[in-house]
Each structure stands twice: as structure tokens, then as C-alpha cells.
């Protein structure tokens, strides 16, 4: 079975652009959280989408905004780049969302902002 | 305090060698544990789950949990140069957002674990 998986695999913007990154999660799952990871740190959490709905969201500006479609795939954007937003973006999936789930993570989108 | 810490690093241990990280997190709710090894350039890969207090092996990999102390080890045997990367803990605990809850997974900062042959 194909694991989680994103697109595109590397990006590089300017400031001030705008950037869409995509998901879609294993088969089967219907929850799809995404993740920020800059270099020499843990990931931080952005959002959470369970059945297309948002369940929860981190401590990020609004410039950040996802969504999730009808067959769960999910998308990332984040408006008005800032040179601090270069970083791997990480999308991981589970089969519903709850304390006892546990999340596969995707290969990943490794941002960079000039 | 950090919602999650793991002990700093780097840490170097020889081949053949037991590894042992450590992580403590500060929220009594958390409910699941998680180990993640992550490769340089790549994204992290799940190692182990423990859910309830003891030790949990699978393999050469041992996770313990004290949710007393709010502890969580791996401990890694027989440790090959294949084992040298970033070890991440992660503690997932109820979060409620406009009256709807979710599992919000919290990581560590990460130590990085080095096998020399």
C-alpha cells in the first residue's frame, strides 16, 4: 500500500509570494495533519482536518490556511511568504483522530524563501 | 518549560553499545507515546508506541513509560552505525478546539544519536 505522500518534494519562493503544498493521506485514512519543521528542531503542529473538517490548529499566523477535500487529500497554503517560513513542511495521516492514534508522516516539502 | 524535552545531544555511543534516550513531558493528560527516528533530509519514520507504564520491546528497541515521573526511554541494543540519526519523541494528549477534541501530537527537539564502528 502507498504511503502518505506530497507534492512538490522541494520549492523556492520569494517573499511576499503565496505557496500551495498538497497531500493525500494512506488509504483508509480520513485524518491528516500537518507539520512544520525547521532545521535542528522537533516538528511543530499547524493543523489538524478529520472528515474535512478542522479539528485544531497551532500557534501560526493566519497567513497560514488548509483545507481537506472529499476524498481527504489536504491541502497547505501560506500567503505573504516570510523568509522564517523556509522550512520542511510535513504532512502525516491516521485512520481517525484521537489521543490514541498514532500519525505516518509523508516524505515531506522542503520550502525555502529568498 | 517545554511541552516535551528530550535529553540534549549529540550523543556517540559505540557499535554494539546500548543507547539510551530519554524524553519527559510536562501535560498529566497525555495519553499515547511515540518514538520517530528521522535520516537527515528525510521525515520522521515511527519506531514504537507505548501507551500504558512498563517497557514495550519490539526488536532491539525498548520503550519504557512512567507516567508518575512523566517519563518516556528508548533504549536501542546492540547499536549499529545504521542507528546513527535524529531520535524524536512525541506525546499526543486531548485537545479541544470549538467544542470539538482532537489528538494534538507534541514533539521534543530531537537528539541526535551517533554509532561509530
Known amino acids: 500500500d502507498a504511503g502518505v505522500t506530497q507534492s512538490p518534494t522541494h520549492l523556492i519562493k520569494t517573499r511576499g509570494q503565496h505557496v500551495t503544498l498538497r497531500c493525500s493521506p494512506i488509504?483508509?485514512?480520513?485524518?491528516v495533519s500537518w507539520y512544520q519543521q525547521v532545521l535542528g528542531q522537533g516538528p511543530q503542529f499547524i493543523f489538524q482536518?478529520?472528515?474535512?473538517?478542522?479539528?485544531g490548529r497551532g500557534n501560526f499566523p493566519d497567513r497560514f490556511s488548509a483545507r481537506q477535500f472529499p476524498n481527504y487529500s489536504s491541502e497547505l497554503n501560506v500567503n505573504a511568504l516570510l523568509l522564517g517560513d523556509s522550512a520542511l513542511y510535513l504532512c502525516?495521516?491516521?485512520?481517525?483522530?484521537?489521543?490514541?492514534?498514532?500519525?505516518?508522516f509523508g516524505p515531506g516539502t522542503r520550502l525555502l524563501v529568498l | 518549560q517545554k511541552e516535551v524535552e528530550q535529553n540534549s545531544g549529540p550523543l556517540s555511543v559505540p557499535e554494539g553499545a546500548i543507547a539510551s534516550l530519554n524524553c519527559t513531558y510536562s501535560?498529566?493528560?497525555?495519553?499515547?507515546f511515540f518514538w520517530y527516528r528521522q535520516y537527515s533530509g528525510k521525515s520522521p519514520e515511527l519506531i514504537m508506541s507505548?501507551?500504558?507504564?512498563g517497557d514495550k520491546e519490539d526488536g532491539r528497541f525498548t520503550a519504557q513509560l512512567n507516567k508518575a515521573s512523566q517519563y518516556v526511554s528508548l533504549l536501542i541494543r546492540d547499536s549499529q552505525p545504521s542507528d546513527s540519526a535524529t531520535y524524536l519523541c512525541?506525546?499526543?494528549?486531548?485537545?479541544?478546539?470549538?467544542?470539538?477534541?482532537?489528538?494534538?501530537?507534541?514533539f521534543g527537539q530531537g537528539t541526535i544519536l551517533t554509532v561509530h564502528p
Open positions: 507505548i501507551y500504558s507504564n
Open positions: 512525541a506525546v499526543n494528549r486531548p485537545a479541544n478546539a470549538g467544542g470539538t477534541s482532537y489528538g494534538k501530537l507534541t
Open positions: 502525516a495521516s491516521s485512520p481517525v483522530t484521537g489521543v490514541w492514534e498514532t500519525q505516518y
Open positions: 488509504s483508509g485514512h480520513k485524518s
Open positions: 501535560d498529566r493528560v497525555s495519553q499515547s
Open positions: 482536518y478529520y472528515e474535512k473538517e478542522e479539528r
